[in-house]
């Protein structure tokens, strides 16, 4: 995959968690990468902002915005803005992130 693709056999669809959704159409493996998130840096939260640290955030671009909290997730954000399976992840299974504390 090329460091700016969405992995093929992802879809943005309705969510029960919020919105919309990232959702698996086809079965991913653990270590998988599902995209590299894109975006503007901005230093004031809004929607579809990932926080690097305190002062500085990525207003993020493309379906990845997509991906919803989880105190369970199936995905996660890597320092190089990758984002990985870090489990199997089912047809139809949304994939979800840990925001951290304060988003249950």
């Known amino acids: 995959m090329a ?6 056999d992802l879809e943005v669809k309705q969510s029960a968690i919020h919105g919309k ?5 086809q079965a991913i493996k653990k270590g998988e990468q599902l995209g590299r998130v894109r975006g503007r840096r901005v ?6 902002v990932l926080w ?6 990525v ?9 919803n909290h989880s105190p369970k997730p199936n995905a996660c954000y890597y320092d190089d803005f990758t984002v990985m399976a870090i489990k ?4 139809g299974e949304e994939i979800t992130h840990y925001y951290g504390e304060g988003w249950e």
Do not use: C, M, T, W
């Not at 460091?3 to 093929?8: C, Q």
């Not at 959704?21 to 159409?25: E, K, N, R, T």
């Open 3 to 8: 460091n700016n693709e969405l992995h093929p």
């Open 21 to 25: 959704g990232l959702f698996a159409s």
């Open 43 to 48: 230093r004031q939260d809004g929607p579809h």
């Open 52 to 57: 690097i640290d305190e002062g500085q955030g």
């Open 59 to 67: 207003r993020v671009n493309g379906p990845l915005k997509y991906i």
């Open 88 to 91: 199997n992840i089912k047809v």
